[in-house]
């Protein structure tokens, strides 16, 4: 495809690579209400606690331990190639986990579904920087922003309608005609990109970044499911993560062909965009994924409900995301940023005094405002990463944000899941002490486990019918005061936020560059031939 028609389908392309972010982030989100549904052994695939938290981080894992090999190889081998190959694992991996029959199946399909998605993710955001004029970029990269929130909000509306009407395997089943769709689309519309001078291959850095990233997530996520760093197995990945990213960053300083270039850390618009967004995700993520047992445990909707009750987010990213750069241009991207950031901490005062009869309404307006702000935050954060490094280096900058995003979340997840359990533990013991008193044929595994979580002392409650309704009052109390307790964090996390975009962030939007073989001379003779021939 020559540079024209490239150009003349720049906003089919990007309809393309919004597709494809659709079917990834949306399935990514999809399993959460389905978790109850795949416990049941008679309609699901009878999958324990722990089975189901490795269904979510088998995809987790794989997905943030190769993104960044694969945005490197994207600029290298092509980022198309790359693309239609991650479509292709992805849709099969689909297929595959919707017609799983055990629970050790579900997970090795859900560990292929992210390495299909790590192939595709990076891709979509360094296309966007290929096909797109420096003038338009902003504009572009706010609609990608956009569709990324989008998917969020949909995956848990589209699962809850799915399993209202179909059976489990529908959840996944859904992603394969809208991964065929981008397939056949992607040829014709998208072209055929690469660094036009990537050095040698950097197998050390690869080798070295893998399992440094691998570990590290698994030590995060694993800490976040016991509460605890005591277990041997819990620090000793995430001191062997760190200890390989920290010689992964020695490699990269001293190697003369990296696939990460240090040296962009230097550029603040780089540095502290990558900061904000680390920090922005980590405080948010937590309390989003957490309030989905509010709505379903302590206001006992449906998953359906719950999931539409998530729409409204979505209309605020839908919004704000394309209108975000023109207020960047307008105001600066330190007060867009500041402005989002402080919102946001806002939204965490909040849900730090939120009951089980605040108003549906009003949470609504809040997630709303904080959707908003994220999506106003995000947008300008990541053109500034995108048009701080070289246009061949376009992979790697979209695969490093990427990656600090799951990173961030599996963090906030983590972490904000460590304070709610630690206090739910503490608040609800002596209501199961009593209970145990009372109920001699409660097994002392299942005691355990209504200690660990709500959804395990509801469990408990409703096996023990009559008996098990005192514990339903005081394991919402406990939840929600572990909810308020995580909020607080999250608002001290985003208050360190603010202090980065007020002290660190640029006032000025940095230059983007042309992409590669395109000069700004050519790229505005190209869009005033548009002009005249429309």
């Known amino acids: 495809m020559d540079e024209q028609t490239a150009y003349r389908r720049r906003w089919g392309a990007l309809a393309v690579l919004v597709i494809c972010l659709l079917v990834i982030v949306a399935d990514n989100t999809i399993l959460n209400v389905a978790l109850r549904t795949l416990s049941d052994p008679e309609i699901g695939v009878g999958a324990s606690q722990s089975e189901l938290a490795w269904a979510i981080n088998s995809y987790t894992l794989v997905f943030a331990g190769l993104l960044f090999t694969f945005g490197v190889l994207g600029d290298r081998w092509g980022r198309r190639r790359l693309l239609v190959c ?35 993710m990076p891709q979509t955001l360094s296309i966007v920087t290929h096909v797109f004029p420096p003038e338009q970029r902003g504009r572009a990269i706010g609609i990608w922003a956009g569709a990324g929130g989008l998917a969020l909000a949909i995956g848990p509306t589209a699962g809850g309608l799915l399993l209202a009407h179909f059976w489990w395997g529908s959840i996944f089943l859904i992603n394969v005609p809208f991964v065929l769709l981008g397939l056949a689309l992607a040829f014709l519309l998208i072209p055929e990109s690469r660094d036009p001078d990537p050095g040698r291959p950097d197998v050390v850095g690869v080798v070295l970044s893998v399992p440094g990233l691998v570990l590290f997530v698994y030590g995060i996520i694993t800490a976040g499911e016991r509460a605890s760093l005591a277990d041997w197995d819990v620090y000793g990945a995430l001191l062997a993560g760190a200890a390989l990213l920290a010689a992964f960053l020695v490699h990269e300083s001293r190697t003369p062909d990296p696939s990460l270039d240090v040296r962009f850390f230097r550029e603040p618009r780089f540095s502290v965009a990558i900061a904000v967004v680390m920090v922005l995700f980590f405080s948010m993520a937590g309390i989003i994924f957490f309030l ?103 992979g ?8 600090v995003r799951q990173i961030a979340t599996a963090l906030g997840v983590a972490v904000l899941g460590a304070v709610i359990s630690t206090r739910y533990r503490a608040e609800i013991s002596p209501a199961l002490d009593a209970f145990a008193e009372g109920a001699a044929d409660t097994r002392p595994e299942d005691l355990h486990a209504a200690g660990e979580s709500i959804e395990g002392t509801l469990a408990v409650a409703r096996h023990a019918g009559e008996q098990g309704s005192a514990l339903v009052a005081p394991a919402e109390e406990a939840f929600m005061s572990g909810l308020h307790l995580a909020a607080l964090v999250s608002l001290t996390i985003g208050l360190l936020g603010l202090a980065v975009v007020l002290i660190w962030m640029p006032r000025e939007v940095g230059r983007h560059q042309p992409a590669e073989g395109r000069t700004r001379s050519a790229v505005v003779a190209h869009g005033r031939g548009e002009e005249s021939a429309g």
């Open 86 to 120: 991650g479509l292709v694992v992805f849709g099969a991996a689909s297929a595959g986990s919707a017609y799983a029959v055990s629970p050790d199946q579900l997970i090795l399909a859900r560990a292929a579904m992210g390495l299909g998605a790590s192939m595709v």
């Open 396 to 403: 790697a900058a979209s695969a490093v944000q990427n990656t």
């Open 292 to 394: 989905s047992f509010y709505w379903q445990s302590v206001r006992e909707f449906t998953p359906f409900v719950a999931g539409m009750l998530v729409l409204p987010s979505a209309v605020s990213q839908m919004i704000m995301a394309p209108l975000s750069p023109t207020l960047v241009r307008w105001a600066g991207p330190r007060w867009v940023a500041a402005i989002g950031v402080l919102v946001a901490c806002g939204s965490f005062v909040f849900f730090s005094r939120l009951s089980q009869d605040t108003p549906v309404p009003l949470i609504l307006v809040v997630f709303f405002l904080q959707t908003a702000a994220m999506a106003s935050v995000l947008t300008p954060a990541t053109d500034a990463i995108m048009s701080a490094v070289p246009p061949g280096k376009a």
